[in-house]
């Protein structure tokens, strides 16, 4: 599969200032997307996810944008609290593929 | 309670030595996955299987062998044929194939 990629490795905010995560995906034919947060030494868990015939979807404090035409996805917290802090990934699923194709992952690091 | 179980926590091999990972799912899917994490990188695909009985190998294959006896079970078993074993492995299931996937709280693995 293609690479899936993310523009910055580190991310610090303070806490209450909204977050901003993007990802850079190279197969335009990729229809499924998906944001997944992992704190240390646990598995990733769903936060978001979106299809590739929508722009935006908005979740509890998370909105995950689409675009197609730059092939970026993004993902915004608002609000950011210390418990967001984490490793967020973002995942692609590119046409009649079996599973999904992760990135390396963005580290957020909220500051109080 | 549902979801993926995987254990054990913590696994620690001897040089030489073959070692079984469990993974368990109670959701209900048909499609498993297992996930291998290096320190800092993104998640690389080992196996996967969509139905019982059945499987295929993923992007890192070498070393490492599966089962699909039953459709809550999916085992993988590192050999001592793969030379650098010592990861995080995260098992996933989805409904469908290349759906959202769920996962389990990952095995860490250390080669002593």
């Known amino acids: 599969g293609e690479s899936v990629g993310l523009h910055l490795p580190t991310l610090s905010v303070q806490e209450g200032d909204n977050s901003i995560i993007n990802c850079a995906y190279s197969?335009?034919?990729?229809?499924?997307f998906i944001w997944y947060k992992q704190e240390s030494g646990k598995g990733p868990q769903f936060i978001i996810d979106?299809?590739?015939?929508?722009d935006k979807r908005q979740g509890q404090r998370v909105t995950v944008l689409l675009n197609k035409t730059v092939k970026h996805l993004s993902l915004q917290i608002a609000a950011t609290q210390p418990g967001d802090s984490a490793v967020y990934f973002c995942?692609?699923?590119?046409?009649?593929?079996?599973?999904?194709?992760f990135g390396t992952g963005t580290r957020l690091t909220v500051i109080p | 309670d549902g979801g993926i179980t995987q254990s054990p926590k913590y696994l620690f091999r001897k040089e030489g030595q073959n070692v079984t990972l469990s993974c368990e799912q109670n959701?209900?899917?048909?499609?498993m996955y297992w996930y291998r994490q290096d320190p800092g990188q993104g998640l690389r695909l080992i196996y996967y299987?969509?139905?019982?009985?059945?499987?295929q190998k993923g992007d890192i294959a070498e070393g490492y062998s599966v089962s699909r006896e039953k459709k809550e079970s999916f085992p993988l078993t590192v050999t001592s044929a793969q030379k650098n074993p010592t990861a995080f492995y995260l098992c996933?299931?989805?409904?469908?194939?290349?759906?959202?996937?769920?996962f389990g709280q990952g095995t860490r693995l250390t080669v002593v």
């Open positions: 996933a299931s989805s409904e469908g194939q290349g759906g959202r996937a769920f």
């Open positions: 197969n335009s034919a990729s229809d499924y």
């Open positions: 979106i299809r590739s015939n929508m």
């Open positions: 995942a692609e699923r590119e046409p009649g593929a079996n599973n999904l194709f």
């Open positions: 959701l209900n899917h048909d499609a």
């Open positions: 299987s969509q139905i019982v009985n059945d499987f």
